[in-house]
């Protein structure tokens, strides 16, 4: 097996931007650029294998990826197989899996600082305003297919084999996500409704090893593989107005779900003020219990009722993996 604590090595830039590209575009629309980490030894299969042991199981999700961008939760296909075995035999599992928070294990921890160190300084802004770095490694087989969603963070996206296809929708457009579609909350599924003419108003993103996407945040998006089996990266983080977004349309998404309707964030600044600080408060004694695995699990039954807690599937039931935290 591969050690996991060799350090990235030292050398060039990882990361090569078009300067006016990314000044016209960074941190509102997407762009692409090229990336040097398709050959780096911790993002092989060996590693990654190696990774799915060290994570704790609800960081890992995977279903056979047999799915549509419309596709609907409670009838996504498992697959039978632990996720160490998916990685070894991605090559004819007939899987789609992701290891996330990557960016508890150092070797991956530092790989992502490194990147994102990079990408502040070409953009011109402080490391620091890059808050919650974070690491999701996708492994897929073949054909395989990730439902139409959006991410609350941004993505320095980076493809390192096989083919990928990215189809990206503009997060302004609320025909594609309306404004109660973009609240969220830990346990609602990642999945959007998506319809086929959606596609004329998207664009369409092709990766091979080295190519590499900004994806804004909350931008929806849905993709595919190639012909042969794929692993990506998503290395993300959170922009102060990200985080207090997110912290709006939590509020939001709780206060809708006892009833009342809500005003999109920034159309009645004192109250998103007030329920930025309710947010802050309701969390602050919940922060020490989530570092452990059990206790997320308790929570999230405790605060959004069992169905939170799905994403849990035994393998060999047919539903391994086959829901989302929504992370
Ligand atoms: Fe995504």
């Known amino acids: 097996m591969t050690k996991l604590a060799r350090e990235v090595p030292a050398g060039g830039p990882l990361l090569t931007f078009d300067s006016g590209v990314l000044g016209a575009h960074f941190p509102l629309e997407p762009f692409t650029f090229r990336h040097d980490l398709a050959e780096n030894a911790v993002l092989q299969l060996e590693a990654l294998a190696a990774l799915a042991t060290q994570l704790p199981r609800d960081r890992i999700e995977f279903n056979s990826g047999r799915l549509q961008p419309n596709q609907r939760p409670d009838e996504t296909p498992g697959v039978d197989l632990e996720p160490e075995e998916i990685v070894r035999r991605i090559e004819t599992a007939g899987a789609w899996l992701v290891l996330k928070n990557v960016e508890t294990i150092p070797a991956y921890r530092a790989l992502i600082d490194r990147v994102l160190a990079e990408a502040a300084e070409a953009a011109g802004i402080e ?11 996708f492994v897929s087989s073949a054909n395989s297919v990730t439902p139409f969603h959006i991410d609350y963070e941004e993505n320095f996206f980076v493809h390192l084999h096989g083919q990928k296809f990215m189809h990206v929708f503009d997060n302004r457009d609320r025909s594609i996500i309306d404004e109660e579609g973009l609240e969220t909350y ?67 998404a709780v206060l809708r779900k006892m009833g009342w309707s809500q005003s999109a964030p ?9 329920k930025a600080a309710a947010y802050d408060l309701a969390r602050l004694p919940l922060e020490p219990l989530r570092r452990s695995e059990a206790m997320r699990r308790r929570l999230r039954a405790l605060l959004f009722g069992s169905k939170a807690n799905y994403f849990y599937g035994k393998p060999g039931d047919g539903s391994s993996g086959k829901k989302t935290d929504g992370a």
């Open 186 to 252: 830990p346990g609602k599924h990642r999945n959007h409704a998506y319809r086929d003419d959606f596609e004329a108003k998207g664009r369409v993103f092709t990766f091979g090893p080295g190519d590499g996407l900004f994806l804004p945040y909350t931008w929806p998006h849905w993709v595919r593989t190639g012909g042969d089996w794929s692993i990506s990266m998503a290395i993300t983080w959170k922009s102060p107005s990200d985080r207090r977004r997110n912290k709006l349309y939590f509020a939001n």
């Open 127 to 137: 490391p620091g305003a890059m808050a919650e770095p974070m690491g999701f490694i």
């Open 266 to 274: 920034g159309r009645r600044p004192g109250l998103d003020t007030a």
